[in-house]
Nanobody
C-alpha cells in the first residue's frame, strides 16, 4: 500500500505560480510512476502530468511550457511546479501512483491522494 498526501495548493492570481508536493508513505516510491490529475467543478478528472520510475516525463498539451513535474525518490516525493497560472487551471489537484499502464489513463493509477485545491483568480 502507498499513501499519498498532497500539499501546496491555495489561492493565487492569474500569472502567478504554485508548487504542489506529494508525499508518499507506506512503500518506497522509487518503483512507481507518479502522476498529477485535476478535477474542476462539473468536469471529469483529467490528466495533467506524469513521471515514470525511470524519469520519463509527459504533459497534457495545455500544460506544456507552464508546468514542470519532478520527483525526489530520496524524499519519497513528487512535485508539480505550476507557472503562469490561468483561471481555467482552477481545480482540485490529485497526486497518483501507478506500477504500470498508460501514463495518462486514470485507470492505470492504483493509489490516490485526497487532493489539494488550487484557485486562480482573474
Amino acid at each position: 500500500q502507498v499513501q499519498l498526501v498532497e500539499s501546496g495548493g491555495g489561492l493565487v492570481q492569474a500569472g502567478g505560480s504554485l508548487r504542489l508536493s506529494c508525499a508518499a508513505s507506506g512503500r518506497t516510491f522509487s518503483g512507481y510512476g507518479g502522476g498529477w490529475f485535476r478535477q474542476a467543478p462539473g468536469k471529469e478528472r483529467g490528466f495533467v502530468a506524469a513521471i515514470s520510475w525511470s524519469g520519463n516525463i509527459y504533459y497534457a498539451d495545455s500544460m506544456k511550457g507552464r508546468f514542470t513535474i519532478s520527483r525526489d525518490d530520496a524524499k519519497n516525493k513528487v512535485y508539480l511546479q505550476m507557472n503562469r497560472l490561468k483561471p481555467e487551471d482552477t481545480a482540485v489537484y490529485y497526486c497518483a501512483a501507478r506500477i504500470d499502464g498508460i501514463y495518462y489513463s486514470f485507470d492505470s493509477y492504483q493509489y490516490w491522494g485526497q487532493g489539494t485545491q488550487v484557485t486562480v483568480s482573474s
